[in-house]
């Protein structure tokens, strides 16, 4: 069963302008439907919301460090995946809280909508789920301890699934300020249990870029490193914000900028932060972020980074003379190949939208990003003439290699359309026509194809062989990526046209053949190479697929072990030996026999089927992106130019050598 099934399953059965005390905290409803529900508040009850957990108690941290009061953040994974979160804020106000007649803390953990950000004058700006963080936290967790240090006393109370084992106490003094809070995620709610080192310190990372002078620390106390004897343990400091951002997000592409530009101020009582720089890569890189949030759908006030870059950019190149020479019109989609750009604003009530309720819609942020960033970027055009040499230079050249494109963007689209069913004679369709209900598998190589068309199902299962290794399009100009027949086959295939006047990268999935693409490829270092390639293809073309959940990735078998008459597949050297052992017996391994499978080619039609093949039996790999930040940066290293990143991640990350001897 992979998540989505469980998941579905499982869900069907400024500083203050006066004191903050507990007369600050306003309660708005209860907590009722958080246990029944807990993908409305979480999103889902997997890995993603399981992190999202910390995610939440670290963002009222992050208030506290908005509004001032707060510069450290200690996020730590103990022994048994609980988790500890602890700052030096001001501590949760623990006065009795009138309207409730209890203790504010006890509000705080127990009333969904209840906390400080409710009231203007304790918090300006804030992030997080709009106070029901905490208090979701605290309900999905089998145990809650929250720990205040505050006034020079030391406070405690604990929950169950919630609830208050007891009223808030005082338990002693202290020294300390802040908030300790340490939860276990409930495990009849959740449907796994395990929390991610890299998961939490890439949230963590992003953070501390988002908020400068703030230390973000994550230490594991599952892992103790060998070499200092000590638990696994990262800390996360930035001085310059957004430019170490932008930094870190380029380390693996080549520079066309000494420095980024930073722009950072306040304008119509938003604040605004942007830093940007551009490379020579053909890809845009554009995140964005509102009270640390990341809005991957964009909003108004990305709309308005795009409206100043556009008008300041071209306004300057024609003021300078070097666009006379070009015969076609400069778009607003030329401006932004090359640029990597971080856009972070501050609102103090954001209105979301969109599908995944990442979309800024507040109309007043348009208008006063788009004054900023003009006004600031007009102001460094005018004092850096040699980097406004080069920005307009790579606007010229995206230019170029747009009109290109588009021609060959066109012969994709009239073999869409033209003669016969406008299929690629390589697929071997399925007879079903319902998307909903067909999938493809890109199979790597001619072989492995054929095996694939004679043990597939033909009503729901469609074959596209690809041969050898696809275009790297994290290297290739726009035009080049058109031009390659593999990546025309593939777009033929799916049905999908990519382009318009008005956007030349905007994805139509109006005429999509199949929602289930699988990719298929042999279990050694070149099928990785291939199916790397072919997802590197997809994020950056059409990443609207993986985000809709159509792009999997198949898991054919490494090993097949057989004595006499029993035979086994294992997907994992774990399993093998198993396995190995259980046919051996008490005895030695004499008659126990081990096929490595290097290539899919090795397997008949019959074992394809029924390891990689069936549903009833196969495991796909769903592809996600759980962090858009990290994958960016991955397919840039793993992909791009620059050798000496992709060294040290392969060392880091190689479990042993030789895989294919």
């Known amino acids: 069963m992979n998540e989505e099934e469980a998941i579905r399953q499982h869900e069907e ?10 007369n600050n905290i306003q309660v708005l409803e209860g907590l009722e439907a958080v246990r029944k529900r807990p993908a409305m508040y979480i999103g889902d009850v997997g890995v993603k919301g399981l992190h999202h957990l910390v995610y939440e108690v670290v963002d009222n941290s992050i208030d506290e ?9 200690e996020v730590t994974i103990l022994k048994d995946n609980s988790i500890q979160v602890l700052d030096n804020g001001r501590g949760i106000p623990v006065g009795f809280h009138e309207k409730e007649q209890r203790s504010a803390l006890e509000v705080v953990m127990t009333v969904l909508h209840a906390g400080g950000k409710f009231d203007k004058g304790s918090y300006k700006v804030s992030g997080g789920l709009h106070g029901v963080g905490v208090s979701c936290v605290n309900a999905l967790s089998d145990k809650t301890k929250v720990e205040v240090f505050r006034e020079g006393k030391h406070y405690i109370q604990e929950y169950h699934i919630g609830k208050p084992l007891y009223a808030v106490k005082e338990i002693g003094e202290s020294n300390i300020r802040g908030t300790k809070v340490t939860f276990k995620p409930d495990s009849s709610i959740f449907i796994v249990s395990e929390y991610s080192f890299d998961i939490l310190s890439n949230r963590l990372r992003e953070l501390a870029y988002l908020n400068k002078g703030i230390l973000l620390a994550l230490t594991d106390e599952r892992h103790i490193d060998e070499d200092t004897n000590e638990y696994r343990r990262k800390e996360f400091y930035s001085d310059r914000g957004l430019a170490d951002f932008i930094d870190y997000l380029d380390e693996s592409r080549e520079k066309l900028m000494p420095e980024p530009i930073q722009i950072e101020g306040e304008k119509n009582g938003v604040p605004v932060e942007v830093a940007m720089q551009y490379n020579t890569s053909f890809s845009e890189n554009i995140h964005s972020y509102v009270n640390n949030i990341n809005t991957h759908e964009g909003g108004t006030h990305l709309s308005g980074f795009r409206r100043a870059l556009t008008r300041t950019l071209k306004s300057y190149a024609d003021k300078s003379g070097m666009l006379s020479k070009l015969k076609f019109d400069i778009s607003g989609d030329d401006f932004r190949e090359g640029l990597t750009a971080v856009i972070s604003i501050k609102v103090a009530e954001p209105q979301f939208e969109g599908q995944t309720k990442t979309k800024l819609g507040n109309s007043e942020v348009m208008g006063a990003v788009e004054s ?26 995206a230019a170029t290699a747009r009109h290109a494109a588009r021609k060959a963007r066109e012969l994709v689209q009239r073999k869409n359309v033209l003669g016969g069913s406008g299929l690629p004679g390589k697929l071997s369709d399925c007879s079903n ?3 909903e209900k067909s999938e493809i598998y890109l199979v790597e190589g001619d072989s492995a194809g054929g095996t694939a068309k004679q043990g597939r199902d033909r009503f729901f299962q469609a074959i596209l062989p690809l041969r050898g290794k696809i275009l790297n399009v994290e290297k290739a100009m726009p035009h080049k990526i058109f031009e390659n027949e593999e990546i025309r086959t593939m777009f033929t295939a799916l049905g999908i046209s990519i382009g318009t006047e008005e956007d030349p990268k905007a994805l139509n999935l ?5 929602h289930k ?17 072919i997802l590197t293809f997809f994020y950056r073309f059409m990443k609207e697929m993986i985000e ?15 004595k006499g008459a029993k035979s086994e597949y294992a997907w994992t050297e774990e399993q093998r030996e198993a396995i190995s052992l259980n046919f051996a017996g008490n005895g030695s391994d004499k008659g126990v026999h081990v096929q490595r499978y290097k290539g899919l080619g090795e397997m008949n039609a019959e074992q394809l089927w029924a390891t990689t093949m069936n549903p009833e039996t196969r495991t796909l790999r ?14 840039s290293m793993l992909m791009g130019d620059e050798v000496p990143p992709r060294r040290e991640f392969i060392e880091q990350n190689a479990h042993y050598a030789n895989i294919d001897a």
């Open 13 to 22: 059965s400024d500083r203050m302008s006066r004191d903050y005390s507990a």
């Open 65 to 73: 460090a908005l509004a001032g009061h707060c510069d450290r953040i």
């Open 372 to 397: 900023m960033v003009g006004e600031a970027l007009n102001h460094y055009l005018e004092e850096h003439p040699k980097e406004a040499k080069i920005i307009v230079n790579k606007v010229i050249l």
């Open 433 to 435: 026509r319902d998307p």
């Open 510 to 514: 109006t005429k999509l053949r199949y």
């Open 517 to 533: 693409v699988i990719i298929m490829t042999d279990a050694d270092v070149d099928g990785s190479h291939i199916a790397t390639l």
């Open 548 to 562: 809709r959940g159509y792009v999997y990735i198949a898991t054919p078998p490494l090993y097949l072990i057989k």
């Open 622 to 635: 769903k592809v996600n992106i759980e962090n858009d930040v990290t994958a960016d940066k991955v397919f």
